[in-house]
């Protein structure tokens, strides 16, 4: 028996049933399974309906009061129902007459037709719904009160409900970046707003898995107004989840002011999003294909705005009126202008693009015009007005520079060879002229004939080397050797002599005579010193200073400044290399926070302000030519730089003040600022002497001030150009290999490039000459798992992508290439053997031939680590083995300085034992090994000069696989470095596991008592006290800055906003704001880095 029917044929309500949610969620469950399950007809109706070519948006399975209408326009009241299908739950079914009477007492009409009328006579059905349409008024139902807006189980949900924007596209055209900057423009624009984000990924047929990885992309749901959900879609082919509508109705019900629906990557047919959205955004790129493919992209028929993303691509603009053009056609709007149609385009990877700007105002309109939804006065540029422009940080024009330098030194290649054959010929005509007497005067007239020729075709340069050559041999062989650098006349003796008495030459010149070799000789390999530089780019060694760096960073800055005392004990010079823990590497504050207390200190060294950096270097002559200061850290590092260069200043003011017997009136200056403030001071929890061996309190002079508070301002400016001019040392500041290798970008590409060019403007107009303002880096790439060959060109791409960016910046390439430094890792392949020679040749052949640099410019420098990746927790005695054979490598190939690791690096934070034993290894070989007194020793040997030859044309050939995918930049957004880099480092471990690649003590000569991993005895980590302490330091910085901090992070983001130079403004900030402060302050005007996965 049939339950009594629950409809009395009173009125009814559309909230009717919301009361009851139990009845409310059978509805949703029976509406749900219908449409999975519709009819033949009804699809073929809901074709033609969804599409909105009947000129009003239908809803379908749409719940009225206690009634799920087929399709129902809302705008026009109108229901239409095709017949043979429950439009009820079971149990509350009612008659067709019945069910139309309760629609009309809510307002609705009702079109009925059979699922034959809708097959056969479909255009009849359609003529009929149009004329229903055309002769109906608008009833003034709300869209947004009927049950999918507002669709609260509980019925409680405010009145206005929030607006769905929909955002659908392709796979891969930016939809989560695109978000996200709506997002961030969103929040800015309206303060009080709040917003929720459900984004849908797609599932995998295969695995049922889904990725959900558009979070990664979000850098602006970290607001407390904002809320994200990752849906997948549980489907292979769908591009939305069947939850979806649910997911909106719980954000409404939590009174979000918008939604934002960013569905999976669809087809050119999918419009699945326009059953959810009021306002739809269709995101696409330039490379659709053919103008012709437009024609299929059924969502650029029902977008209300259209995004063409990734506009800095090629056919950009062809792509932007193709579309336009499309838009049009399709909503015949022939005599429309293009600036008034809502097709716009994109950089979403730009930070404050232009083009999103203009896209959120028109999402904005588009909103409120269809919804009558008012979120205030729309100013997406609130205090970020004009920050950027639309350009490109390498012009297209430049996009094939990587191939053209290829071309340029293969060029230069064949050149050589040619002027050696002519060389030779010259020789043998004239080497015949000169011993055979009895020739005819017509041979020697022909014979002289042929000299001339020769002697014209042979290049002016190559005829002044060969010529030059018998003196250069006299003068290597003399006992002494005199050359300049800069203005300084430097004078070394040429040999050693060995215990048996041998005199052993320090560089050795080759013995041949034909004039061909000797030519080809110089040109790629010549003496240290002389370009191509392939030997070196020094004549000789500097003597008192043996190129080892030592690496230290942990705990507080007081606990690495004793590290640093000791590694430098009783060395001629100091040659400093900082690590820093992974909250200062990510720009934070130490804090207790739970995600950075645990890092505070560990890993590495923790500075949040400049008196940390002052504490961290104290004892050590910043400014003294011996002392040499490396900063391993890249996305804040002109923050860290200029705490750096401001511990500089000060020490060289302590120096003066020191020497004018001005203390008193600087204490006195001193105190009255400390009268009611606690005076910081070097505090090392873990050693009870005040100051550690050697450090003679140099830079805590005026700790707590700036030496710009205690001296008159000519006294200091004269001190502070002085320091400038006379600090030596490298930031590695390698943003482009942190996105390739390694994750610690923390500022958008863009503004990190910008930064980086702000410090080498600033380093030009200052003079800072000793300073390298970037160090490109191949370690990281190798330690990733990259091989020697693409380490090495990856690198060298890196370094011509800043060159080609600072030029287009506008300076000239000997104003800034002397500041470049590379890095590089030494492991145990051949190829290593041969890296720096290579990286020394390509670069120098491009300088003077592509970028026409003088010689200075020409001269690559370089500093050599050790292979972390080769230290292996089993059998680690055998590491230092290793690393000897690498730092062997690293000294014959002339490395400019050189870190060797420490054994026990594989499993803790060295300890004092085992630096010392890693120090020895350089020394070992560079004061007791006899071949290493030569310092060209590899040179003439006929491996490594085939070996040379090989890599260098392997990294030609990889620039121009670069080229292929649109330079280093390109690439980079195709993550074609990060996924080779993946591929060899899975080739070399999959190798390892099976043994064909043997490595001694873990896979092959084991030890008889097996050959375990080690577990170090002891992990150094920081201690309670000093993450408290650095906290403590920090808040009393600033408290006692609390003044000035705010006026000056507004000047530093006003310097922004006007495109000024950054690091000029970041010297003045640092002494009053910490390193989180000044990050988050840049994060507002340039932008945070989107992630890729």
């Known amino acids: 028996m049939e339950r009594e029917n629950v409809y009395d044929g009173s009125s009814i309500t559309i909230n009717q049933f919301k009361a009851d949610p139990l009845?409310?969620?059978?509805?949703?469950?029976?509406?749900?399974?219908?449409?999975?399950?519709?009819?033949?007809?009804?699809?073929?109706?809901?074709?033609?309906?969804?599409?909105?070519?009947?000129?009003y948006k239908f809803r379908r399975q749409h719940i009225i009061g206690s009634f799920i209408a087929d399709f129902a326009c809302l705008k026009k009241g109108l229901v239409i129902e095709v017949d043979g299908n429950y439009h009820q739950l079971p149990e509350m079914k009612i008659s067709d007459e019945e069910r139309t009477k309760a629609l009309n007492n809510l307002g609705f009409d009702v079109l009925r037709f059979t699922n034959d009328e809708i097959t056969y006579e479909l255009e009849k059905v359609l003529n009929k719904i149009q004329k229903a349409l055309s002769e109906l008024p608008n009833k003034g139902i709300d869209e947004n009160s009927s049950e999918e807006p507002n669709s609260s189980p509980t019925g409680g949900g405010r009145e206005g409900a929030a607006p769905v924007l929909g955002i659908t596209g392709t796979g891969g055209a930016g939809k989560s970046s695109v978000t996200d900057e709506i997002v961030r423009r969103y929040l800015n624009a309206f303060d009080n707003k709040t917003i929720a984000v459900i984004s849908v990924d797609p599932s995998k047929k295969k695995t049922g898995g889904a990725l959900l990885g558009d979070r990664i992309r979000m850098n602006s749901i970290h607001s407390p107004r904002a809320y994200m959900r990752s849906l997948a879609t549980r489907d292979s082919d769908v591009a939305l989840s069947e939850h979806v509508q649910e997911a909106i109705d719980v954000c409404k019900e939590a009174a979000f002011d918008l939604i934002i629906l960013e569905s999976a990557g669809v087809g050119q047919s999918d419009v699945s999003i326009l059953d959810y959205c009021d306002v739809a955004l269709y995101v696409?790129?330039?490379?659709?294909?053919?103008?012709?493919?437009?024609?299929?992209?059924?969502?650029?028929?029902?977008?209300?705005?259209?995004?063409?993303?990734?506009?800095?691509?090629?056919?950009?603009?062809?792509?932007?009126?193709?579309?336009?053009?499309?838009?049009?056609?399709?909503?015949?709007?022939?005599?429309?202008?293009?600036?008034?149609?809502?097709?716009?385009?994109?950089?979403?990877?730009?930070?404050?693009?232009?083009?999103?700007?203009?896209?959120?105002?028109?999402?904005?309109?588009?909103?409120?015009?269809?919804?009558?939804?008012?979120?205030?006065?729309?100013?997406?540029?609130?205090?970020?007005?004009?920050?950027?422009?639309?350009?490109?940080?390498?012009?297209?024009?430049?996009?094939?520079?990587?191939?053209?330098?290829?071309d340029t030194n293969r060029g230069y290649d064949v050149w050589v060879k040619e002027q050696a054959v002519l060389a030779t010929q010259l020789y043998q005509v004239n080497g015949t002229l000169n011993t055979v007497n009895s020739l005819s005067a017509a041979v020697k007239e022909e014979l002289t004939t042929i000299k001339k020729k020769l002697e014209e075709q042979l290049h002016p340069e190559c005829k002044k080397l060969v010529a030059q050559w018998p003196a250069l041999v006299t003068k290597y062989k003399a006992d002494f050797f005199e050359y300049q650098v800069r203005d300084k006349v430097i004078k070394q003796s040429m040999t050693t002599k060995s215990l048996s008495g041998t005199r052993i030459p320090k560089v050795v010149l080759p013995k041949y005579n034909d004039w061909g070799d000797i030519l080809k000789w110089q040109l790629q390999e010549n003496i240290p010193g002389e370009y191509p530089f392939t030997a070196g780019v020094f004549p000789l060694k500097r003597e008192g200073e043996d190129p080892t760096r030592m690496f230290a960073g942990e705990g507080g800055p007081e606990r690495t400044n004793k590290r640093f005392h000791y590694v430098s004990f009783d060395q001629p010079a100091r040659r400093l290399s900082t690590a820093f823990d992974s909250v200062t590497l990510y720009g934070e504050d130490p804090a207790h926070r739970p995600d950075i207390y645990g890092k505070v200190g560990n890993s590495g060294v923790s500075i949040a302000t400049v008196d940390d950096a002052k504490k961290l270097y104290s004892g050590f002559d910043l400014c003294d030519p011996k002392t040499s200061v490396s900063m391993?850290?890249?996305?804040?590092?002109?923050?860290?730089?200029?705490?750096?260069?401001?511990?500089?200043?000060?020490?060289?003011?302590?120096?003066?003040?020191?020497?004018?017997?001005?203390?008193?009136?600087?204490?006195?200056?001193?105190?009255?600022?400390?009268?009611?403030?606690?005076?910081?001071?070097?505090?090392?929890?873990?050693?009870?002497?005040?100051?550690?061996?050697?450090?003679?309190?140099?830079?805590?002079?005026?700790?707590?001030?700036?030496?710009?508070?205690?001296?008159?301002?000519?006294?200091?400016?004269?001190?502070?150009?002085?320091?400038?001019?006379?600090v030596r040392g490298t930031v590695q500041a390698d943003i482009l290999k942190e996105?390739?290798?390694?994750?610690?970008?923390?500022?958008?590409?863009?503004?990190?490039?910008?930064?980086?060019?702000?410090?080498?403007?600033?380093?030009?107009?200052?003079?800072?000459?000793?300073f390298y303002s970037v160090s490109i880096s191949g370690y990281h790439i190798a330690e990733a798992g990259a091989n020697p060959i693409t380490q090495l060109a990856f690198t060298l791409a890196n370094g011509f992508t800043y060159v080609e960016y600072y030029l287009s910046r506008g300076m000239h390439i000997d104003e800034f290439?002397?500041?470049?430094?590379?890095?590089?890792?030494n492991g145990m392949d051949p190829e290593y053997s041969v890296i720096g020679r290579v990286a020394r040749r390509i670069w120098a052949k491009a300088m003077k031939y592509k970028y026409k640099g003088n010689d200075r410019s020409q001269k690559l420098k370089y500093h050599i680590q050790t292979s972390g990746r080769s230290l292996h927790a089993q059998e680690i005695d055998f590491n230092d083995i290793r690393t000897t054979l690498q730092a062997l490598y690293a000294i014959y190939d002339n490395c400019n300085s050189l870190h060797t690791n420490a054994y026990d690096e594989a499993i803790t934070t060295p300890t004092e034992e085992s630096v010392r034993r890693a120090?020895?290894?350089?020394?070992?070989?560079?004061?007791?090994?006899?071949?290493?007194?030569?310092?060209?020793?590899?040179?003439?040997?006929?491996?490594?000069?085939?070996?040379?030859?090989?890599?260098?044309?392997?990294?030609?050939?990889?620039?121009?696989?670069?080229?292929?995918?649109?330079?280093?930049?390109g690439a980079m957004e195709r993550m074609y470095q990060r996924n080779k880099i993946q591929e060899e480092s899975l080739y070399y471990e999959s190798l390892k596991h099976s043994g064909e690649l043997p490595i001694i003590g873990v896979n092959t000569f084991l030890n008889k008592k097996g050959s375990p991993t080690v577990l170090p005895g002891?992990?150094?980590?920081?201690?309670?006290?000093?993450?408290?302490?650095?906290?403590?330091?920090?808040?009393?910085?600033?408290?006692?800055?609390?003044?000035?901090?705010?006026?000056?992070?507004?000047?530093?983001?006003?310097?922004?906003?006007?495109?000024?130079?950054?690091?000029?403004?970041?010297?003045?900030?640092?002494?009053?704001?910490?390193l989180g402060q000044i990050t988050h302050a840049l994060f507002e005007v340039g932008g945070q880095y989107r992630r890729n996965m």
């Open 23 to 55: 009845i409310y969620q059978k509805l949703k469950e029976f509406a749900l399974l219908h449409r999975k399950d519709a009819t033949m007809a009804e699809e073929i109706l809901w074709d033609k309906l969804k599409s909105k070519k009947e000129g």
């Open 284 to 406: 696409m790129t330039p490379e659709y294909g053919a103008a012709s493919q437009l024609e299929k992209i059924n969502m650029l028929d029902y977008a209300d705005v259209i995004a063409i993303n990734k506009f800095d691509k090629s056919g950009a603009l062809d792509a932007l009126h193709d579309v336009r053009k499309q838009f049009k056609r399709n909503h015949g709007l022939w005599t429309a202008k293009d600036e008034e149609l809502p097709v716009i385009g994109t950089i979403a990877a730009q930070f404050n693009d232009t083009g999103i700007n203009e896209l959120f105002e028109k999402l904005m309109v588009t909103i409120n015009t269809k919804t009558g939804t008012t979120f205030g006065p729309i100013d997406v540029h609130a205090h970020l007005k004009d920050t950027t422009t639309k350009s490109q940080i390498i012009p297209p024009k430049r996009v094939r520079y990587l191939s053209e330098i290829a």
């Open 632 to 726: 391993t850290i890249n996305g804040p590092a002109p923050i860290i730089l200029a705490f750096f260069m401001n511990a500089a200043i000060d020490q060289l003011c302590e120096k003066w003040i020191e020497a004018n017997g001005k203390w008193d009136t600087v204490n006195a200056k001193m105190a009255e600022k400390f009268k009611q403030l606690p005076k910081p001071a070097y505090y090392n929890p873990s050693a009870p002497e005040r100051l550690p061996e050697g450090n003679n309190g140099l830079g805590l002079g005026i700790l707590g001030m700036s030496g710009e508070e205690v001296l008159p301002a000519e006294v200091y400016a004269k001190l502070k150009a002085e320091a400038l001019a006379q």
């Open 739 to 770: 996105d390739q290798a390694q994750n610690t970008c923390i500022f958008s590409t863009e503004f990190a490039l910008k930064l980086m060019g702000d410090v080498q403007e600033y380093f030009i107009e200052q003079k800072v000459r000793n």
């Open 817 to 825: 290439a002397p500041n470049l430094s590379f890095f590089f890792s």
């Open 919 to 969: 120090m020895a290894i350089q020394l070992i070989i560079n004061r007791e090994l006899g071949s290493a007194k030569t310092e060209n020793f590899i040179q003439g040997s006929f491996l490594i000069e085939e070996m040379t030859d090989l890599v260098e044309e392997a990294v030609l050939t990889e620039f121009d696989r670069i080229t292929e995918r649109g330079g280093v930049l």
């Open 1018 to 1074: 002891e992990v150094i980590r920081s201690t309670t006290e000093e993450k408290e302490q650095q906290i403590q330091n920090l808040q009393a910085f600033c408290k006692r800055n609390e003044n000035q901090s705010a006026d000056r992070l507004a000047r530093l983001k006003q310097v922004a906003i006007n495109n000024g130079n950054l690091f000029e403004e970041l010297m003045e900030t640092v002494k009053y704001c910490s």
